[in-house]
């Protein structure tokens, strides 16, 4: 059934399009295209293509995107909760792709719930240098967390803060910013006909008031000789490119990058003509637009690579723990104050003092001991050692009893609202170190030393998935030599990883949260 869209909106595109209006009509009574997108943190786009159960054609503009046949349902396979992809609309593939980012950049992702373009970019990162995902509603982080714990991101930092609050932590501090802005979402009528039943012919023009302030907030934050990407899914043109150009007036340091892509993008409307349109009617995909900005600005030299806010300048390389002097708790601020105002999903920032034990309630009226910082960080130490045989890099950060590591300093992070200040790794439960999920997710099977890979086209894999125990022998562990077969083993679909079991006598304790199991 095709689309009945507003009369003003159906008005305006016959004067924007001309001649090309009755192809562009034609679409909304076609089918959505949908996707895919390789999530390299896990697989090569090669390899998912060997081993996928489904069609994938090449998507042009991403070389890790593929179209899906109607009836594929990737999302009802194990390979996607494993991981191994995003289920992702074509043309939203494009923003990320004109980014450029590089290993090693320091990435800034200004609205990116529910995650598609934040996973993208970490894919990009390979692990090297830092990103940070922020949204500004804090009901929208839930999904952008778990989207970047599925992936594997081991790098990504989740904010929940006004684009002003973190350019003034991080002035001048991002290689690379994406903006993919709220706007009226006419390019998405086809796919979501609530954007049709909320849009009327004011829309427009009030959510290119709220562009250009997130426009002005990321040019404070991007380094000068920096690269900004912004992009809507709407064909207004107050949203598009006088967004742009307004913000080019007010902003002479930055200039248009051609984005043109692979020729399956048509140009920009006047005056911005570099800038990209994604057409309906000409690409198998929804309606985006695209301006890649470059700042002109000479970059200054930091006195030291990695160089944080804060810092003045200099190095601050993300450690293992032990040459932190994590033992004993004694080496980098790991842990949270009290004056520290940021607040973060798990945990809570009250019980953070350093090397101290106090108590909480157990929820039955029991009093339970907060375990001190050297406490927490030897209980770790012993598990990576007993459980890893090595000791992932990144700052320490305490919430609670809950650990992680993160690519910035915790003193980086204070007075922002954090959602995940990094790689979130466990928690300590009665003086035991209990890994957390999204470790099991960022690991591949070589770096646990115990493992076991279950078949993607098998039943255990779905039981698993829905949280069921499993009776696996001790000869279908993978274990590393001169050690024992009992404890945590890390669970792989086809050998990537999805999660933690609990291996005894023959029996898997399932890990898997109750909350990502298979329904």
């Known amino acids: ?86 289920i992702q609309e074509p043309s939203a593939m494009a923003p990320v792709e004109l980014l450029g980012v590089l290993p090693g950049d320091r990435v800034l992702d200004l609205c990116a719930a529910p995650g598609g373009k934040s996973t993208q970019i970490a894919a990009k990162l390979q692990g090297q240098g830092m990103l940070i995902s922020n949204d500004l509603h804090p009901e929208r982080t839930k999904a952008l967390a778990k989207n970047l714990e599925l992936c594997g991101a081991r790098n990504a930092v989740v904010l929940n803060e006004s684009p002003e609050r973190i350019a003034a932590a991080f002035p001048g501090f991002f ?71 307004e913000f080019l007036a007010a902003y002479p340091q930055f200039s248009v990058v051609p984005a043109h892509g692979t020729g399956s993008f048509s140009p920009g409307l006047e005056p911005l003509p570099g800038t990209a349109r994604l057409w309906p009617h000409k690409v198998k995909g929804e309606g985006h637009y695209i301006a890649v900005l470059r700042h002109n600005g000479k970059p200054e030299e930091e006195s030291g690579e990695g160089a944080w806010p804060g810092s003045g300048g200099k190095s601050m390389p993300a450690m293992p723990l032990e040459e932190r002097g994590g033992r004993n708790g004694e080496g980098g601020r790991t842990a949270i104050s009290r004056k520290d105002k940021s607040t973060v999903g798990r945990g809570d920032s009250r019980n953070g003092r350093n090397g101290r ?52 300093p915790r003193e980086a992070l204070n007075g922002l609202r954090t959602v995940r200040p990094g790689w979130y790794i466990g928690h300590v439960r009665s003086g035991r170190f209990i890994p957390g999920h999204p470790l099991a997710t960022a690991l591949i099977p070589r770096e646990s030393k115990r493992s076991l890979s279950l078949a993607g086209d098998g039943p255990e894999a779905v039981s698993y998935l829905k949280g069921e125990t499993l009776s696996i022998s001790e000869d279908g562990l993978m274990i590393a030599p001169g050690t024992s077969p009992k404890g945590y083993v890390l669970v792989c679909i086809d050998g990537y990883s999805a999660g933690w079991g609990k291996w005894q006598d023959g029996i898997l304790k399932n890990e898997y949260p109750v909350g990502w199991r298979w329904t």
């Open 175 to 245: 290689d690379r910013i994406l903006i993919d802005a709220p706007c009226s979402g006419e390019g998405m009528f086809r796919k979501d006909e609530d954007m049709v039943r909320q849009w009327d012919e004011h829309t427009p023009a009030k959510y290119a008031g709220m562009q250009r302030e997130i426009l002005r907030a990321a040019a404070l934050a991007l380094r000068p000789g920096g690269t900004l990407v912004y992009s809507t899914c709407t064909f207004s043109p107050e949203e598009n490119e006088g967004s742009i150009a």
């Open 357 to 408: 034990t106090s108590s909480r309630n157990d929820g039955r009226g029991r009093s339970a001991a907060i375990a001190s910082e050297g406490d927490i960080l030897a209980s770790y130490a012993e598990f990576a050692r007993e459980q890893l045989g090595w000791q992932p890099d990144g700052f320490p950060v305490l919430f609670g009893e809950h650990l992680y590591l993160s690519p910035l």
């Open 1 to 86: 059934m095709a689309v009945q869209l507003p009369h003003s909106f159906s008005e305006r595109m016959k004067k924007l399009l001309g001649r090309e209006y009755e192809a562009f009509s034609e679409t909304y009574g076609e089918i959505p295209h949908t996707g895919i997108r390789v999530n390299t943190l896990k697989i090569t786009a090669d390899e998912l293509q060997r081993i996928s159960p489904y069609r994938m054609d090449p998507i042009p503009w991403c070389s890790t995107g593929f179209y899906t046949t109607e009836g594929a349902r990737p999302g009802k396979h194990p390979y996607y909760h494993a991981g191994l992809y995003y």
